[in-house]
């Protein structure tokens, strides 16, 4: 599963390998093709509205299926610089469930298109890891499965991704005909979803103050983005097309920070062009043939003091806010992609503040068996903390 290298590989060669800045060069960020359904479509005066407040709402029709109902759920939140952009979640509610628990499920995503969305991708077996939501299901809890990497598809950008998962929750708890309002909440993901989930826990009590978690829970989470592009060599790799779509996922949220673009030379630019809109099974496809090497008009590692800043930015090692919420942190050992002792780090600082922490090991090393192991573990973590019972502290 070295091809899943990436849910962070997040920043790995290409956003680092092309900083330096060329004065020669004009090319701008590309961004996604916006979806055409109307309903993904941000009102022109979505700044009115508070991070958190809905702006549409709409039931879709699964035919037959009569035992959960599908909803998406357009919301008003905020980007890195700090302006307002729409986000979107899909809920699904087990019928006949009064109040049922609501789980936001951040699920992989690894991609650069609009279409790779969990609003749009739960049908097309892109959203790798949807299966992780039918458990929940299972248990008779809601479960919402946010596109938390914003309008722009900004991959590898893990502050905004945090801060769309938790408007993405007060949003559905607005909606009315959904019930969950007063539901006990919990926040769970693995690798890129797991950094979105361990971050939206992390500025919680900073950017919702009053949104109310019961616990949350994050596995292969990739804590330190600057240690990742470190440790990644220069030669060809497995993940590389997911790599170079974190490079330019950054950009799209950093345009002013990362122009990575201008150091792609002709064949990196078609390159760009050619995946822009791409999901994560094409970019594997056609990456794996592909190297910084070959794309790059400059090579700069680590030279640009920018660029490593906003590695950090985007690193939960580096980030000194805590959340207050019960916290389950799983990692395996020996994982290949996501470095372990970043993750011990982060759960040993917790510890020493007084979060509410629960850090288990697994001695693994491939990363997604990490995933299938732990999810139980997360799921019955949960189902404690929603029966109020005294959350376990193992650092």
Request: glycine share 8%.
């Amino acid at each position: 599963m070295r091809r899943i290298s990436t849910t962070v590989l997040a920043v790995l060669l290409c956003a680092l390998y092309l900083v330096a800045p060329d004065p020669a060069a004009t090319a701008e960020p590309l961004y996604p093709t916006p979806n055409p359904d109307p309903f993904f479509r941000a009102p022109d005066d979505l700044g009115r509205l508070a991070p958190g407040d809905v702006v549409r709402v709409r039931r879709l029709d699964l035919g037959p299926v009569t035992n959960i109902s599908v909803w998406h759920v357009a919301f008003r939140s905020t980007n890195s610089a700090g302006n307002p952009i729409m986000g979107v979640t899909t809920v699904l509610v087990p019928a006949g469930v009064v109040r049922p628990p609501l789980v936001s499920y951040q699920a992989l995503i690894n991609s650069l298109g609009t279409k790779c969305n969990p609003s749009s991708s739960l049908i097309n077996e892109e959203t790798l890891d949807a299966w992780g939501s039918v458990l929940p299901l299972s248990r008779g809890w809601a479960i919402s499965l946010p596109d938390y990497l914003g309008p722009n598809v900004a991959y590898g950008a893990a502050r905004l991704s945090g801060m769309v998962t938790l408007d993405s929750v007060e949003a559905v708890q607005r909606v009315p005909e959904l019930g969950l309002d007063q539901s006990p909440v919990g926040l769970a993901g693995y690798s890129g979803g797991g950094m979105a989930t361990a971050w939206a826990a992390a500025l919680q009590p900073t950017y919702a103050p009053t949104l109310k978690l019961t616990a949350a829970a994050a596995g292969g989470v990739p804590a330190d983005l600057e240690q990742m592009a470190l440790g990644i060599g220069f030669g060809p790799h497995p993940g590389f097309g997911l790599a170079f779509a974190a490079a330019m996922g950054l950009e799209r949220e950093y345009p002013d920070r990362l122009p990575i673009s201008r150091q792609l030379n002709e064949t990196g630019l078609w390159f760009r062009d050619f995946t822009h809109d791409e999901c994560r099974r094409f970019l594997l496809l056609h990456g794996a043939i592909r190297n910084a090497e070959q794309l790059a008009a400059t090579k700069n590692l680590m030279d640009d003091p920018d660029a490593r800043a906003v590695l950090r930015e985007n690193s939960l090692r580096h980030y000194p806010g805590l959340p207050t919420v019960p916290t389950l942190l799983w990692q395996g050992v020996y994982d290949e992609l996501t470095p372990f002792d970043a993750v011990a780090d982060v759960a040993a600082r917790y510890c020493r503040e007084g979060v509410p922490i629960t850090f288990s090991r697994y001695d693994l090393s491939e990363h997604m068996t990490t995933a299938v192991a732990g999810l139980p573990e997360a799921w019955n973590y949960f189902e404690a903390r929603f029966r109020g019972e005294p959350t376990p502290i193992r650092c």
